[in-house]
Every structure is written in C-alpha cells, then in structure tokens.
C-alpha cells in the first residue's frame, strides 16, 4: 500500500531556526534521511536521479544517510545552497530546499591616513551601513569610506527572503612612521660603527661609501675620515618618507708611553712600572706584576722581561708602548728588613715580613718571642706577622726573627731583633 504524504515546503533565514512536520494516512513512522547535492545514488534499489541544481523547491541528491526515524524533523544547515531534508516511503522521495542568504566581500584592511577605501558587499537587495558619518552613502552595496581613526562598519543586509544579514568590516589607519636613527658618535681610528636607522621599508646611505651596504637599515661603518651621514627612508604602503642625519667622528689613538725606575739587580731585587697618556692601563705579561692594571705597578721578577703596556683613553681608543727590565746578579744581595713595626691598621708599616724583596723561595720566616715561642711562621714570601698568634694581639716589646730564603742572587740567611710597638 501506498502512504500518502501531507508535505510543505519550508524556507527560511540562515540565522533562523526552522521545524517542519510530516504526516501520512497512516499509521507509523516515517523515515527521514538528509542527502547532500551530487550525482545520482540507488535508494532502496532505485536510482535516484541526478540534477546539476535544486528546481524549485525540489531537487536529487547523494551521499544520504539516516539522521532520524520520527514524525517531526529540526533543521540542520547542510551544503552552500542551504539544508535539505528527504523523507522517503516505498518509492515516494521528496526533497525541500531551504534558503542561503546574502554574504559580505570585504576583508578587513589597513589604509593610508587621508585615503579612503571602498566596502563591498553582496548577496541583499537592500543595504545599511554603519557608522555613515564617514561613508559616502550607506544604503548601497559598495560605498566609499574615509575614516580619521580605526573604525569598524556594519553591515545590514535584507536578502529576497526578507532575512537580515549582518557582517563586520574593521578599517585600520597605518600610523604614522617611527622614523629614528643613531645618535652622533666617536671612534678610534681603525675601528667600525654599525649605523641605525628605523621606520621604512626603503634606506638609501649617502656617501656610501666605507658601507658595506648602503641599502641597508643597519649598515656596518668602516670610515676613513670623520663624516656625515645621510640616509632617505621610505614606507612603500602610504610613502611616507624623510631624510636623518649622524656625525661619525674619528678619533686619534692616544699616545702611551712605558717607562720603568729602574733595572733589578741583587741590590735592587725590585723596580716599578711607570705609564702616561691614557686614562686606564694593563700590563703584560701580569706575572711579577704585583697589579697588571695599575699606572705605576711594582715588579719582582729573576729574569729580564720586556712588558707591553696597553693604554685607553677616554674615548674607548687604545695605543700601546713597550718597556723591558733587565734583571742581573750585579752587587751584593740587599735584602732589608725593617726594625720595627705598628700594626694598628693605618696602612703604614702594619706588617712584618719580606714583600719587598722581590721574586725569592722561602725556606723559613719564623718569628719568636722573649721566652723562645713561635708566635709566627711561614713559606709564602707574601705572608707577614701582624702581631697575633692565635687570633690574640701579642704584647709589646721585643721579638726574634728567622729568615732563610733563595734568591737568584743566592742563598739569604738573616736573623735579627724586631720591636712590636702598639
């Protein structure tokens, strides 16, 4: 038998939601199945037909499937042309097709300040945009903005089924350019400077050159004499341009010079290190060399050494100047000691010991007291007794001291009586 079916067409919005009911004269459900638009498919043996499009409110389609077996059906959005829904019985197939709606053309964009840009819009038979206070008409597809700051457009848009539609489109301002550029600067003679420029997308450096690439934003400096230079910078969206300018000055390397107070000998096992014409220096080679980066440092070596002095300005430029110290075994061995000392912490004379006698291997440095005790003693020739043993401050008065040293001069034997005054 043959069902009857009661069956209407329904079109509706995309942004609305829709229901239809289908009924028979008979008793029990119906089967619904959603088919998509295509070539033709067998359904239950038969073939069903294909279309190149929908007719009317009918159509063909393939790829079905069950979506539910019931007497009432929700709408589903289906495919560009809109949702269709086929409900099929023995050899009754029909097939509604709903509406799809009106679009938008327009992307978002960026503009030039002081330009305007054309909105497009398609798919209604009636248009209303907003804000129109910067459009030239607001009631039709493709109207002509000039926004003064980032603005977004609506767009309302009433298609043949008398549905609204609604889209976005954002218009953004290019700001203007950040142009920048480095400051003025010195360098030493030799040297290189990387120049900066910022805010296009087109550089031009003149002169160019002593530029590795006057094309570039960054371009790396290897100037002969003091300049100045120029660079045009451009923005290929809205031409915005200008030209800056920086002063490269060059810089004389300082003059240094090295001297030295004297050779070492054995009466001299020490001498000291004199610099000028720079502002800070280093010294080399540093062994022997009791501060490589003082001025005027005192030196204890046993074999003659040529030292590089390495002078900066205040600019950051260097010179260098050479100085050598001969070291021979003339005289007799000098190795003095001092009587007596303070050691109150005042930097004068606060320790007891053999610092100054230059480049020498202790074999013993030991100081006594009255009774015959070692209140000191050691093999670092940079040690020195400061008045304590045991962490305790030792009394005044009269100490005994032991030294027993190799110099390159030779052997050092020295004992002798030493006051510890408060």
Do not use: H
């Amino acid at each position: 038998m043959k069902l009857l079916f009661l069956f209407s067409t329904v079109l509706f919005c995309l942004s609305a939601s829709a229901q239809f009911t289908v009924s028979s004269n008979t008793a029990g459900k119906l089967e619904f199945v959603e088919l998509e638009y295509g070539i033709g498919q067998k359904v239950d043996g038969t073939t069903v037909q294909d279309k190149a499009s929908p007719t009317g409110t009918r159509g063909w389609l393939e790829d079905y499937m069950i979506i539910k077996q019931t007497d009432s059906v929700p709408m589903v959005r289906k495919a560009n042309f809109g949702t269709v829904y086929i409900i099929k019985a023995k050899d009754t197939v029909d097939i509604a097709v709903f509406s799809k709606g009106a679009t938008s053309g327009s992307n978002d964009t960026l503009i030039c300040a002081n330009t305007s840009v054309q909105l497009t819009a398609s798919g209604g038979i009636t248009y209303k945009w907003s804000p129109a206070a910067t459009l030239n008409n607001s009631t039709i597809p493709g109207p002509v903005a000039t926004p003064s700051q980032l603005t977004d457009y609506v767009v309302e848009m009433t298609d043949l089924n008398n549905c609204v539609f609604r889209d976005t489109i954002r218009v953004a301002l290019k700001p203007y350019p950040d142009f920048g550029i480095s400051r003025d600067t010195s360098i030493c003679i030799g040297s290189k400077v990387k120049l900066n420029a910022r805010g296009g997308d087109l550089y031009q450096w003149t002169p160019s050159v002593s530029l590795d690439n006057p094309q570039a934003a960054s371009p790396l400096l290897t100037p002969l004499i003091s300049s100045t230079y120029n660079v045009y910078v451009k923005d290929n969206l809205c031409s915005y341009d200008t030209t800056m300018t920086v002063q490269v000055s060059l810089a004389a390397s300082p003059n240094i010079f090295a001297a030295k107070l004297a050779d070492i000998d054995c009466q001299n096992p020490t001498t000291q290190l004199m610099a000028s014409g720079a502002t800070s220096y280093s010294w080399a080679p540093a062994s022997g060399v009791d501060d490589a980066r003082k001025q005027n440092p005192v030196v204890a070596i046993d074999s003659t050494t040529t030292f590089v002095l390495t002078g900066t300005d205040q600019n950051g430029c260097s010179g260098k100047d050479t100085v050598t110290v001969s070291v021979t075994k003339a005289g007799l061995p000098l190795f003095v000691l001092p009587n007596a000392f303070t050691p109150n912490n005042d930097g004068k004379n606060d320790c007891f010991g053999i610092k100054r006698w230059g480049n020498v291997d202790i074999i013993q440095l030991a100081v006594y007291n009255r009774w015959g005790q070692i209140v000191f003693e050691t093999k670092n020739p940079r040690q020195c007794w400061d008045g304590s043993y045991k962490g305790q401050r030792q009394p005044a008065g009269g100490y005994i001291y032991v030294i027993k040293a190799r110099s390159f001069c030779g052997d050092i034997v020295r004992k002798g009586n030493l006051m510890l005054l408060n």
